[in-house]
Nanobody
């Protein structure tokens, strides 16, 4: 069983920064990849950034140059540093972990960017 717990969301003004954290616990210690997705009201969930076990990263075009995904010192911890935030970044952000074709999800953390 796997649990993903996100933290770090909140309300910030446009141009500000936030750092999201995700910690995984359970029986899997070496996910193939971890990442962040987001879902805005009335929209589909979309990829924000992913980080593979070997360190490869992938970012949505809309966040390139502004967001950085990184791995923590503790196993199965991933961060998302968000800078130059825009109102269109407002969404619920979900942590994701991939293991042998199975996706695991956190409960989500709300990020609201005011203009």
């Amino acid at each position: 069983q796997v649990q993903l717990v996100e933290s770090g969301g909140g309300l910030v003004q446009a141009g500000g920064s936030l750092r999201l954290s995700c910690a995984a616990s359970g029986t899997i210690f070496n996910f193939h990849a971890m990442g962040w997705y987001r879902q805005a009201p009335g929209k589909q969930r979309e990829l924000v950034a992913t980080l593979t076990r070997i360190g490869s990263t992938n970012y949505a075009d809309s966040v390139k140059g502004r967001f950085t995904i990184s791995r923590g010192n503790a196993k199965n911890t991933v961060y998302l540093q968000m800078t130059s935030l825009k109102p269109e970044d407002t969404a619920v952000y979900y942590c994701n972990a991939l293991w042998t074709g199975t996706d695991y999800w956190g409960q989500g953390t709300q990020v609201t960017v005011s203009s």
